[in-house]
């Protein structure tokens, strides 16, 4: 199976900070990644599908690149309501896989 | 507006089992990629399985294989997951998701408990 690695695990940062969370593939997928914010209790959110492309309705501030094995998810002014976990995906192989989670903190 | 809504969690013991369901309007279930992912308390998410939209094809993570089973019922428009010979490592909520780029809509979720 194909092992997603995110770093950092956890992250503290200010209202305003720039932000990136990066996605290893343990190998080459394209540009086969998604992203999702998960608020607790609350089911995950799709921010950006085949690594680059913004879904409909989230806001422009999120971004993300990357191909190959190694992908990023930019934030690029926190907001408050950005506080929350963010998970990558890889949707290249028939089993799916997800990282292991960067839990997003307010410092 | 698309809705999946989850059903059938609960309480087993180990070696039960259980059928989750999911209930979809505003789509039609066959039209889509269909998936099941689990998030243990307090841990990330799993990816569980797959149902392509003709229902052709399927695929399930290692640590399901062989136990778990997905399926659809296009009449119903609901997809399900058998799960068999379940273990405390199962013990998750369970969501449905529908994959159109990323996972797009999801349900709210079915707790699943494996205890004796």
């Known amino acids: 199976d194909i092992q997603m690695t995110q770093s950092p695990s956890s992250l503290s940062a200010s209202v305003g900070d720039r932000v990136t969370i990066t996605c290893r593939a343990s190998?080459?997928?394209?540009?086969?990644v998604n992203w999702y914010q998960q608020k607790p209790g609350k089911a995950p959110k799709v921010l950006i599908y085949?690594?680059?492309s913004l879904q409909s309705g989230v806001p422009s501030r999120f971004s993300g690149s990357g191909s190959g094995t190694d992908f990023t998810l930019t934030i690029s002014s926190l907001q408050p309501e950005d506080f929350a976990t963010y998970y990558c995906?890889?949707?290249?192989?028939?089993?799916?896989?997800f990282g292991q989670g960067t839990k997003l903190e307010i410092k | 507006e698309v809705q999946l809504v989850e059903s059938g969690g609960g309480l087993v013991q180990p070696g039960g089992s259980l059928r989750l369901s999911c209930a979809a309007s505003?789509?039609?279930?066959?039209?889509?990629?269909m998936h099941w992912v689990r998030q243990a308390p307090g841990k990330g998410l799993v990816w569980v399985s797959r149902?392509?939209?003709?229902?052709?094809?399927?695929s399930y993570a290692d640590s399901v294989k062989g136990r778990f089973t997905i399926s659809r019922d296009n009449a119903k428009n609901t997809l399900y997951l058998q799960m068999n010979s379940l273990r405390a490592e199962d013990t998750a909520v369970y969501y449905c998701?529908?994959?159109?780029?990323?996972?797009?809509?999801w349900g709210q979720g079915t707790l699943v408990t494996v205890s004796s």
């Open positions: 998701a529908r994959e159109l780029g990323g996972f797009d809509y």
């Open positions: 505003g789509i039609t279930l066959g039209s889509y990629w």
């Open positions: 149902m392509n939209s003709d229902g052709s094809s399927s």
């Open positions: 190998q080459s997928i394209g540009r086969y």
């Open positions: 085949t690594a680059s």
């Open positions: 995906q890889q949707s290249y192989s028939s089993t799916y896989t």
